[in-house]
């Protein structure tokens, strides 16, 4: 896996979908469905749909999690995407309680009672600290994720819950949808984005693109 991204197929998410959208912004990338796969990987993209509880059952019965754990510690750039994303933090109430990769404190939650779920189609991405400093130096260096993309730019979502961090610093961006909730996190080399960067057009390609970046 030396100089490729490694995209996990465990069984859930839109594996081709975040392989066309990294080689469309020059990245090398392969999917892989082992952990002895990602050994050497420059970055690892876990892609998500579906329920939080049977990805992480999946992740688990292929011996995923303590791989997955000890890359985001040793800094290899990791992106989770959509339930991706859900994964990396502790607890989940979808269908029951589970417990997550817990790289972030924090739960996933459902939208509240009275709103339309899933969330389906275009929302816009409010950029944390876009309009005036409000980031110390180290959270910057994670914001680098975002260099070049606009601030109240438009993003492809559906899901029916949402991320609540404990750590209101790991929140790069906010969407509202009946309540604001955090659409992309991240620390140090560690990232997730609610929506689908790779069916985000122009500014999904910007975040993938970045991601890249960021592995080279």
């Avoid at 997955?68 to 269908?95: D, R, Y």
Wanted: charged fraction near 20%; glycine fraction near 12%; hydrophobic fraction near 45%.
């Amino acid at each position: 896996m030396v100089n490729m991204i490694a995209i996990i197929d465990y069984g859930m998410g839109n594996l081709r979908s975040a392989l066309r959208g990294i080689e469309k912004v020059g990245g090398a990338a392969r999917i892989i469905q082992s952990p002895r796969e990602m050994i050497g990987a420059r970055g690892i993209v876990l892609p998500g749909d579906g329920a939080f509880g049977q990805a992480m059952i999946n992740l688990r019965a292929a011996g995923w999690i303590d791989p997955l754990k000890n890359a985001c510690v040793a800094g290899v750039p990791f992106l989770g995407i959509c339930v991706g994303m859900q994964l990396l933090f502790e607890t989940s109430e979808e269908m029951g309680q589970h417990a997550g990769l817990g790289i972030f404190a924090g739960a996933v939650k459902r939208f509240p009672r009275g709103l339309k779920v899933p969330q389906m189609g275009w929302n816009q991405l409010h950029i944390v600290g876009a309009d005036h400093s409000e980031r110390s130096e180290a959270e910057s260096k994670s914001a680098s994720l975002l260099r070049d993309v606009p601030n109240d730019g438009y993003a492809y979502f559906v899901h029916s819950y949402y991320c609540a961090p404990r750590d209101s610093s790991i929140t790069l961006a906010t969407t509202d949808y009946g309540i604001d909730f955090a659409s992309i996190v991240g620390r140090a080399n560690v990232f997730g984005t609610q929506f689908h960067p790779e069916k985000s057009q122009v500014v999904g390609l910007k975040i993938l693109e970045n991601f890249v970046t960021l592995t080279k």
